[in-house]
């Protein structure tokens, strides 16, 4: 993914159905992204920098090989739809109970338990196991 990092007018990148194992940690620059599409890859971990998207609202990342869900996540303060659906997760940061999301979809984990500390409202969507 070279150059990705001059894209910085970007607001949508999809990269689904790609065989990508990682994502560049220039991923951060794209400061105006707002929709970044990862599914269906082979994405094992995420770069701390994924953290530096403040703008994105949608993060799709289902059918990958995530073992874990780096805690800068919990940076993206306008996030309001994370698909998390058919990885490998044991656990979710706490750092996701300080954001705003309405969707949140993790369907298809090895959960060991539910976050008691991400806020459920009435108008939020959760697949738990």
Avoid: W
Wanted: proline share 5%; hydrophobic share 40%.
């Amino acid at each position: 993914m070279d150059g990705i990092e001059k894209l910085v007018s970007l607001v949508e990148l999809d990269m689904s159905n790609n065989n990508l194992v990682s994502l560049s940690q220039k991923i951060g620059a794209l400061s105006n992204l707002r929709i970044l599409n990862i599914c269906h890859n082979q994405i094992t971990r995420l770069p701390n920098e994924i953290g530096a998207l403040k703008s994105l609202t949608e993060f799709y990342l289902a059918f990958n090989r995530l073992d874990r869900l780096t805690e800068s996540v919990g940076q993206m303060l306008a996030l309001e739809v994370l698909d998390l659906t058919e990885n490998q997760l044991n656990d979710l940061p706490k750092q996701l109970g300080g954001l705003p999301l309405k969707v949140l979809s993790v369907e298809n984990n090895p959960l060991k338990k539910f976050p008691s500390n991400i806020p459920l409202k009435t108008e939020d969507v959760v697949a738990y196991l």
